[in-house]
């Protein structure tokens, strides 16, 4: 005769976790960081455990007395079982050094109970009989993801967990400057640098530009910037082949023409630069960079795609070039305002998802070229509306030399010089700091950026 199998679950490893703590309070500190309250089956065992960081958050002592006397507090001694119960616990653990032990016990059987929930909420949406089958496949794969990744469904909670957590993460970065946890991701130029912060994680950062300014030649140097850091980098190439981006960023270490790179025509390079070329090869082959050239694909399966990356490879920052080639919810082109809003908060779920800065490519309209001055601005953005909300950061690339001659500059400007292959990085929003401009220079044959002289800087 059938009959339901009991849920997962541990007691005598829960009960160790308190018994260890009691024995020792320091002991708390090893299970702190991966076990919740909410991982314990037993429910007296969870109003332990939650006492225990209450105890914590107040720096107190955690012992039976301070145990017992915070318990009385929250009117749940009783259902605990008392005092006999606290000092059963205490007599249960032998020492305890194996507490992490115990911990990961109790984490993993409360994983599993999370697996049976999460599928029997999968199979609830396979019989809804909804005719939308990416949104499905979205929710189902969410639900999966939170389990993974060990997130639970968003809720309100106090500002006091909110501000614990940030004081964790603080402690985590400074000891691990690369952690998931840690610093934003620099860019490699230094007032670029000090006027984002870098580039934070968790933020749908838009770098945009009319064709042939350089978008893509500089994500590609923040995206090796970072690499060399030791972040993690994925770049989702809707536009060029995994060659092509290959060949650019060998030209941009290497510094050397990508026009003669890309066509093969090595005869003409001198002995260091074919020397250069080799060296490129070996430390770029060496970066956890990692490129998806499908030239047609949805937000869904580039999500699905990023999130599995991110689970083999911790990935730390991702490029997605660019957006107005992916493709859209019902891929038949008669809302395209409508299918970029829902692209736009996808990649920006995305970031707050995998808790990395998003570095997402886009075009500007033609407005640009109708103007007398040409400098871009928010509403220039192609189906601009839903970008400029969503996105956290958006950058604009602007050259003076692309919509001047020399003498029409020497004309216009007589006293300044002119600003051959300078580009203006502007930020045009940021929701987290200061708006302004930053001067790079654009070295088209190398395909790379580098920060300008200072003369060019001022000018």
Not at 144 to 165: A, C, H, K, N, Y
Not at 355 to 361: D, F, G, H, K, T
Request: with cysteine; charged share 25%; aromatic share 6%.
């Amino acid at each position: 005769m059938y009959q339901e199998k009991l849920q997962p679950h541990d007691i005598e490893a829960e009960e160790a976790v308190i018994g260890s703590i009691l024995i020792d309070g320091d002991a708390f500190l090893k299970v702190a960081p991966f076990l919740k309250p909410s991982d314990f089956y037993r429910e007296k065992n969870r109003f332990c455990y939650e006492a225990c960081l209450a105890l914590f958050r107040r720096g107190e002592a955690i012992n039976q007395v301070t145990l017992g006397h915070q318990l009385t507090l929250e009117d749940r001694i009783d259902p605990v079982g008392g005092s006999a119960y606290l000092s059963h616990l205490v007599s249960a653990v032998p020492t305890p050094v194996h507490i992490e032990h115990y911990g990961r016990i109790v984490n993993r059987t409360a994983i599993m109970r999370n697996l049976i929930d999460a599928a029997a909420r999968i199979s609830a949406i396979g019989y809804d009989g909804t005719d939308d089958v990416e949104a499905t496949l979205n929710s189902a794969e969410d639900i999966l993801f939170r389990v993974r990744s060990g997130q639970p469904t968003r809720d309100f909670i106090p500002i006091r967990e909110v501000l614990d957590q940030y004081m964790q993460e603080q402690a985590t970065a400074i000891a691990e400057p690369l952690s998931r946890a840690g610093a934003p991701i620099m860019t490699g130029f230094m007032a670029l640098d000090e006027l984002l912060g870098g580039l934070q994680r968790s933020d749908m950062l838009v770098l945009a530009a009319r064709p042939g300014l350089g978008k893509s030649t500089l994500a590609l140097n923040l995206s090796l910037s970072a690499a060399k850091s030791g972040a993690v980098v994925g770049i989702f190439s809707l536009e060029m082949s995994r060659e092509q981006l290959a060949m650019r960023m060998l030209a941009s270490e290497a510094q050397v023409d990508s026009h003669l790179l890309r066509q093969g025509l090595y005869h003409v390079f001198s002995e260091a630069q074919e020397r250069r070329v080799i060296d490129a090869i070996g430390s770029l082959s060496e970066l956890p960079i990692y490129i998806d050239d499908t030239p047609l694909q949805g937000i869904v399966e580039m999500r699905s795609k990023a999130r599995r990356l991110d689970i083999e490879r911790h990935l730390d920052m991702l490029v997605v070039d660019y957006m107005q080639l992916i493709q859209g919810h019902n891929n038949r082109g008669d809302n395209r305002v409508q299918e970029m809003s829902e692209i736009t908060r996808a990649i920006k779920g995305m970031a707050r998802d995998l808790e990395l800065p998003v570095l997402a490519i886009s075009q500007l309209s033609r407005a640009v070229e109708m103007r007398t001055t040409h400098r871009p601005q928010l509403s220039d953005l192609r189906e601009s509306g839903s970008i400029e909300q969503d996105a956290d950061v958006v950058m604009f690339i602007y050259r003076d030399d692309v919509y001047y001659t020399e003498d029409e500059w020497a004309s216009r400007f007589p006293d300044k010089p002119y600003p051959k292959n300078v580009a203006e990085i502007i930020v045009a929003k940021h929701r987290h700091g200061p708006i302004g401009s930053v001067k790079l220079l654009f070295k088209d044959k190398v395909v790379s950026f580098e920060p300008a002289p200072v003369e060019q800087e001022a000018f």
